[in-house]
């Protein structure tokens, strides 16, 4: 991370320039291409590991864009958690872990067509706009200060509420994926034909 | 060789069609669920982007609202996927598959 207050002549200027196109460019290939790579990929298994590179890449980018309490996050909770939990899901949900479903020739050609238009368009869009840009503050050092402040103190209300979320979220989550035991007599002889039915058909 | 907002915008757009396709062509449904979290990180750079090059604030005040929104979809996002992955085991429980083809009736 190059610190601005140590860029202070106008060579290192440039130099912290270039070395910082260059850590854009090493963490936008590594999530670009990785996120290319769970589009293309049909294992369910390694389209995990390469959205894993995608986050690590994000979380790169977020650094370079003086975010570093946001980068953290990424990594932690992200990287950590959220896609931790997905894996899990795919293990407990798949009879192999490498079995794949393949999309049928007029849905590819449907997806790519609408990417392509859909990328063409937000391209075009971002490149003939002309942004307004406002120079950062030379000697603006991130202060984990100024972002506690303002989640307590601006977004106290919707800080809270998450928490309320995240509470609501962990008893819907137990109460959705608990394992049924005490069925009736009668749901747990349909329970068992639904399963014989959908063993038949796959 | 300075980076600037533009090239952030595009590798968001990257991104989020990435996700785009990754939702139109997985069939099984954790696969859309990480298209899903591509499509909402996408957003995240855009947003911690803008943060940065378009409303960078003052020295005594620093700009964070780009940041802390994108704090918000991170959280709001694993309470998604929480609540996604139970709704899967759910399915798979019912119709022991997770191809979502099979999702077709109200009442499993």
């Not at chain 1, 440039?14 to 854009?24: D, G, P, Q, V, W």
């Not at chain 1, 090493?26 to 290319?36: E, F, K, Q």
């Not at chain 1, 137990?174 to 039915?197: F, M, N, V, W």
């Not at chain 2, 604030?57 to 929480?82: C, H, M, R, S």
Request: hydrophobic share 60%.
């Amino acid at each position: 991370m190059i610190h601005p207050m140590l860029a202070a002549t106008a060579a290192s200027d440039a130099s912290a320039a270039t070395a910082t196109a260059i850590l854009f460019y090493l963490c936008a290939a590594m999530s670009g291409i990785s996120a290319i790579c769970v589009v293309l990929s049909r294992n369910i298994v390694r389209t995990a590991v390469c959205l894993l590179f995608t986050l690590m890449g994000l979380a790169g980018l977020y650094f370079l864009l003086n975010s570093e309490f946001l980068a953290a996050v990424q990594l932690v909770v992200y990287a950590g958690g959220t896609l931790i939990l997905i894996i899990f899901g795919v293990m407990l949900t798949s009879k192999s872990p490498f079995s794949r479903f393949e999309p049928r020739k007029i849905e590819v050609a449907i997806a790519i067509g609408v990417v392509i238009l859909i990328f063409g368009a937000l391209a075009t869009a971002i490149t003939h706009v002309a942004w307004p840009i406002a120079t950062p503050p030379a000697d603006s050092i991130y202060s984990m200060n100024a972002l506690g402040l303002a989640l307590l103190g601006d977004y106290l209300v919707p800080f809270e509420i998450s928490s309320v979320l995240l509470l609501l979220v962990m008893i819907g989550a137990a109460y959705l994926a608990k394992a049924r035991r005490h069925q009736p007599a009668e749901s747990a002889g349909e329970a068992a034909a639904a399963s014989r039915r959908a063993r038949q058909w796959s | 060789m300075n980076i600037g907002l533009e090239h952030y915008l595009v590798l968001g757009a990257l991104l989020f069609v990435c996700g785009l396709g990754t939702i139109l062509l997985k069939r099984n449904a954790i696969g859309i669920l990480m298209g899903v979290e591509l499509v909402l990180n996408a957003a995240n750079l855009n947003l911690v982007a803008f943060n940065r090059f378009a409303h960078a604030g003052t020295t005594a005040a620093p700009a964070l609202d780009g940041q802390i929104v994108a704090i918000f979809v991170i959280v709001l996002a694993a309470a998604e996927a929480a609540v996604a992955l139970a709704i899967f085991l759910n399915f798979y429980n019912n119709f022991s598959s997770i191809d979502v083809e099979r999702a077709q009736n109200l009442k499993g």
